[in-house]
Every structure is written in structure tokens, then in C-alpha cells.
């Protein structure tokens, strides 16, 4: 908290009252009577701009306080303006990964799954989290997934999906490791985690021919096999 003091050149016979103004932060976050009175006789008088305490990561606020109309009195030349600062005492949030499935398909059947960032906290800012992308998979050839994920300020999560890419190769099941590389207003709580794509493709089949099916018995002859 910290006090707002109206002062008078001169004490007066009647009592002055003088209103305020306000620019900058949200109310919200503070408290502070919009008119002061000074007595009469008096040469002044104190009110209290007092925080509100809560629990959002933002940045430091400024309160703008200028005289709006004063009665039976002026105000002082030029503009009688004053500025307080709230300063953030609140910890950045930690976010952590989830994955809605571990397993994919490549073709059919289920071939997403979402890649959420949940924050511990509310954050009064954006939150980015910057996405780093490992495994047997290749991004943008066996699946698409975006590099950040947005958790817009006031909210606590946000996604992106991870979307396998069909072909027609029997391979080897396939794995994406997804981890947070990077963040801007929040720290890292998150672990690694593991998605794998399941090949769905047929087994190929194999066939043999032979260029003819009779041989003469005299040295030099053959035919192919394929």
C-alpha cells in the first residue's frame, strides 16, 4: 500500500474536495477512493492505494492518478499527475505434456492425437511453448505436428495435434518423442513423451516366374528366375 496526500497552499474556511482520475491498470488490482476531502482548517489529507493480492504471472502495472475537479479550490498550475507502480510477486507457471493417445494409426482408423500444454497456474500472459520433436519418425514425412503450442493468457492449456502420414511401405512401427524445448512466461515442469505410429500396411506378397519352363540338358542353357 501506499498513500495519496491532497495539500492545501493555505488552510481554508471551508472544506475542499477533490476527485480524482484514473489511467493505467485495471482496478482490479488496487483499491483507492476516487474523492478526497480536506477539512476545513486543514491543510491536507491522506487516502491509502492498496494492492490486491492474486495469483496471475503478469507484468508490473502502473496506476496513473491526475486531479479531476476540485470544489472550492484549484488545482495547482500545470497537471498535478502521479504514477505508482505494482510490481508482479507471483512465479511464472510450469507447464507440462500430455498426449491424448500413445498409440496412432498410420492409415485407418485413428490417426491424431493431441499434444496438450497445461499450465500449474493461471498466467495473466501468454503463454509459448516451444516443442522439440525426436523418435524413428520423420516430421513432415511419417507425421505433421506443429513446434509451439499458444495457452492465451487467463486460460491453463492449450493443444496441437500430432496427425501420422499414410504410405503404402510395410515398415517397422514408428515413434515420436515430444519434449519443450523452449517457453516464454512459463518455466518447464513437462516430461518427455512417446507416441507411436503403427504401420498398417499389408505384408508384401512375393511371386516367382521363370523366363521358360524347359532347359535343353547341353551346357550353356538356363533361364531366369525372378
Not at 9 to 26: D, F, I, P, Q, R
Not at 128 to 134: A, D, E
Not at 146 to 161: H, Q, R, Y
Request: without cysteine.
Amino acid at each position: 500500500a501506499t498513500t495519496i496526500t491532497a495539500t492545501l497552499s493555505a488552510k481554508s474556511a471551508l472544506h475542499v474536495t477533490v476527485t480524482l482520475v484514473m489511467s493505467g491498470t485495471e482496478s482490479a488490482d488496487f483499491t483507492l477512493p476516487l474523492t478526497l476531502t480536506i477539512p476545513a482548517g486543514s491543510l491536507g489529507t491522506v487516502v491509502t492505494l492498496a494492492t490486491i493480492d492474486d495469483t496471475l504471472y503478469e507484468n508490473d502495472e502502473t496506476v496513473v492518478i491526475d486531479i479531476d475537479t476540485v470544489t472550492n479550490g484549484t488545482e495547482k498550475n500545470g497537471q498535478q499527475r502521479e504514477t505508482v507502480t505494482i510490481l508482479n510477486n507471483d512465479p511464472p507457471p510450469t507447464a507440462t505434456l500430455s498426449v491424448g493417445s500413445v498409440l496412432i494409426n498410420e492409415d485407418a482408423g485413428t490417426t491424431t492425437t493431441a499434444v496438450t500444454a497445461t499450465l500449474s497456474t493461471l498466467s495473466g500472459l501468454p503463454v509459448t511453448v516451444t516443442l522439440s520433436k525426436g523418435g524413428t519418425a520423420i516430421d513432415n514425412t511419417d507425421y505433421n505436428l506443429e513446434s509451439t503450442i499458444l495457452v492465451p493468457a487467463g486460460t491453463n492449456s492449450g493443444f496441437t495435434l500430432l496427425s501420422a502420414k499414410g504410405d503404402f511401405l510395410d515398415e517397422f512401427d514408428e515413434t515420436v518423442l515430444v519434449s519443450i524445448s523452449a517457453l516464454t512466461n512459463g518455466s518447464n515442469g513437462s516430461v518427455e513423451q512417446t507416441v507411436t505410429i503403427i504401420d498398417d500396411d499389408p505384408l508384401p506378397v512375393v511371386s516367382l516366374t521363370v523366363g521358360s519352363p524347359t532347359l535343353n540338358e547341353d551346357a550353356g542353357s538356363s533361364t531366369s528366375v525372378t
